[in-house]
């Protein structure tokens, strides 16, 4: 797997999902988003996108991406997250 290829394209992903609400984000507590891209390299790369209470429920929100080749970076996949508040804001940045 070309690791600066697939950093890029998940983190083209995260920068749809930073552009969204936290309460749109919120069913990602309860769901992961799934899909498959095919690089301009040929390769098909999996992501999925998750999220979990970063700290207590209804507080600051972690949506985490993951994305894999479908090789043995399917058990250690690269991954990167962001957190938001309730407000909006984006935590730690």
Do not use: C
Not at 23 to 31: E, I, M, P, V
Not at 62 to 89: K, N
């Amino acid at each position: 797997m070309d690791k600066r290829e697939a950093k890029e394209i998940l983190a083209h992903k995260l920068k749809v999902y930073r552009k969204r609400s936290y309460d749109d984000l919120l069913y990602l507590l309860y769901t992961q988003d799934t899909e498959e891209i095919k690089a301009s390299s040929g390769v098909v790369y999996q992501l999925e996108f998750q999220a979990v209470w970063d700290d207590k429920e209804g507080g600051n929100l972690r949506v985490m991406g993951a994305i894999d080749d479908g090789g043995f970076r399917a058990f250690v996949p690269l991954s990167d997250d962001f957190i938001i508040a309730p407000d909006g804001s984006f935590v730690g940045e």
